[in-house]
């Protein structure tokens, strides 16, 4: 089994910057890619980001592109999102998700673990 706690979301005035983080207990990321997604109300849930198992392979929406970076640190078996230029329109809740699979592509399959969610408010 594999479960995923996200952390490190919070309220930020606009233009400021959070980290999230993404740890995962008892397998190892070694094997699995991580996705990044967030859901605001009245609108689709949104696949932000992912970094496969290795970490050489990191995708962006454009929605967030420039101003997000995904990283993964294998010792301490966690994936980061470092957010910076926040924009209200970047509230949500954020997920993180877990496939075998990989990162082929945003959207590209169904990611079968899901974390319980962190909130993230950008507000002056």
């Known amino acids: 089994q594999l479960q995923l706690v996200e952390s490190g979301g919070g309220l930020v005035q606009p233009g400021g910057s959070l980290r999230l983080s993404c740890a995962a207990s008892p397998s190892s990321l070694d094997y699995y890619g991580i996705g990044w997604f967030r859901q605001a109300p009245g609108k689709e849930r949104e696949n932000v980001s992912c970094?496969?198992?290795?970490?050489?392979?990191?995708k962006y929406a454009d929605s967030v592109k420039g101003r997000v970076t995904i990283s993964k640190d294998n010792a301490k078996n966690t994936v980061y999102l470092q957010m910076n230029s926040l924009k209200p329109e970047d509230t949500a809740v954020y997920y993180c998700?877990?496939?075998?699979?990989?990162?082929?592509?945003?959207?590209?399959?169904?990611?079968?673990?899901w974390g319980q969610g962190t909130q993230v408010t950008v507000s002056s």
């Open positions: 998700a877990a496939d075998p699979v990989g990162c082929p592509s945003l959207g590209s399959h169904d990611y079968p673990y």
């Open positions: 970094i496969n198992s290795r970490g050489t392979t990191k």
